[in-house]
């Protein structure tokens, strides 16, 4: 079974800057598509960034695009996510997960969207503060 486990969290102040981790295990990595979605209070869990990592193919919400990136490291497993410029309103706790990649315009990407992904690590909390 697919396990991810995310690392990174912490609490910054408006304009800081983040790195989260996520450790995978359990899928075939070099093929998949995996992705950062948020939850913030009182709010649906939302999708930030995903990759195809066959491809390195990224993929973006417009919210963040421009402040955060995601990139991977084939040989350990492990998706991050490097969020700079921090925002109030970028305050939930961000969880990594594993599903289907969906096809766009003939290429696999990575969705943005939750029903696409059955596996879910725990969440690790993010707080920015002014």
């Known amino acids: 079974a697919a396990q991810l486990v995310e690392s990174g969290g912490g609490s910054v102040q408006v304009g800081g800057s983040l790195n989260l981790t996520c450790i995978t295990s359990?899928?075939?990595?070099?093929?998949?598509?995996v992705a950062w979605f948020r939850q913030g209070p009182g709010k649906e869990r939302e999708g930030v960034a995903g990759?195809?990592?066959?491809?390195?193919?990224?993929n973006y919400a417009d919210s963040v695009r421009g402040r955060f990136s995601i990139s991977q490291d084939g040989a350990k497993y492990t998706v991050f996510l490097q969020m700079t410029d921090l925002k109030a309103e970028d305050t939930a706790t961000y969880y990594c997960?594993?599903?289907?990649?969906?096809?766009?315009?003939?290429?696999?990407?990575?969705?943005?969207?939750?029903?696409?992904?059955?596996?879910w690590g725990q969440g690790t909390q993010v707080t920015v503060s002014s």
């Open positions: 359990g899928f075939l990595f070099s093929a998949s598509c």
């Open positions: 997960a594993y599903g289907s990649c969906a096809l766009r315009a003939g290429r696999l990407t990575a969705s943005l969207d939750t029903k696409e992904y059955d596996s």
């Open positions: 990759i195809y990592t066959s491809r390195d193919r990224k």
